[in-house]
C-alpha cells in the first residue's frame, strides 16, 4: 500500500511537477507528511546499505538505532573504539578515574547524552577505572559477556547500546549494593548540576 503511493508519487516527480502541485493534487497533507519521511528514510537506508563494514551486531534493537557510520561521524575514533566496538581504556589513564564530581552532577553517555549515573553513585574503587555502585534506574542495560575465556556482565547504554564496561558483584566494597560499575571514561561525559537543568527529563528525576 504504502509501496504503490509511492510509485505513484515517483511517477508524479517524474513527469517533473514541482513539489508544491502535487502536494495540491494529493490534496492531503498527511500524504505530504508521508512522502517526505519516506524519502528521508530512504536515504538512511542507501547510505547504511553502503556501509557494508558495521561492526555492531543487529541482535538488540535501541531507541537510538544510528548506523556504525553515524556514529563514526559524531565520535572520536577512541570512542567508536569503546563504545561501539567494546573496547577498553587502559587502566588509570581516564578523565574520570579519579574524577571527584561536584554533587547533583551527572555523567552522560558520551555517544546518545542519555544520563546514566549521578555523580554520588561514584565511589574510589582503586581498580583504575570510574566505578559506580549503582546507576539511574533503566539507564544501564546487563547483557552476559563470554569473551575472553570468563563470564562477566556487560553493561550498556540502554538508549544507545553504547558499551560502557562491566558490572561486578559481591566484591565486598562497603556501598549500599556491593556492585562496582566499571566503566570506561571514554564512554561518559559528566554534565554540571548547571547544565542538566532544564533540558533533561532523566536528569531531574534522578536526583531525589
Ligand atoms: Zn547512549
Redesign the pocket.
Known amino acids: 500500500m504504502r509501496l504503490r503511493l509511492f510509485r505513484v508519487l515517483l511517477t508524479l516527480s517524474s513527469l517533473s511537477r514541482p513539489a508544491a502541485t502535487f502536494q495540491t493534487t494529493l490534496r492531503a497533507p498527511t500524504t505530504a507528511r508521508t512522502f517526505k519521511s519516506m524519502s528521508f528514510l530512504s536515504a538512511l537506508f542507501g547510505s547504511s546499505a553502503s556501509a557494508s563494514n558495521n561492526t555492531m551486531p543487529s541482535s538488540t534493537t535501541y531507541p537510538?538505532q544510528r548506523t556504525a557510520d553515524e556514529w563514526r561521524a559524531v565520535l572520536s575514533p577512541e570512542q567508536f573504539r569503546i563504545l561501539r566496538e567494546k573496547g577498553t581504556e587502559r587502566a588509570s589513564t581516564g578523565a574520570y578515574d579519579k574524577h571527584s564530581p561536584t554533587p547533583g552532577g551527572i555523567y552522560h553517555?558520551a555517544?546518545?547524552s542519555?544520563p546514566l549515573y549521578q555523580a554520588q553513585h561514584k565511589f574510589a574503587s582503586g581498580c583504575g577505572w570510574p566505578a559506580y555502585f549503582d546507576s539511574i534506574p533503566g539507564a544501564v542495560e546487563r547483557h552476559e559477556d563470554r569473551t575472553h575465556g570468563m563470564l562477566r556482565t556487560e553493561i550498556v547504554?540502554a538508549?544507545?547500546g553504547?558499551h560502557l564496561g562491566h558490572v561486578f558483584k559481591g566484591e565486598g566494597y562497603p556501598t549500599p549494593t556491593d556492585e562496582r560499575h566499571c566503566v570506561n571514561s571514554v564512554s561518559l561525559r559528566f554534565a554540571e548540576p548547571e547544565e542538566g537543568k532544564g533540558n533533561e527529563e532523566g536528569a531531574g528525576e534522578g536526583k531525589a
Open positions: 537510538d553517555c555517544g546518545c542519555a547504554c538508549n544507545c553504547g
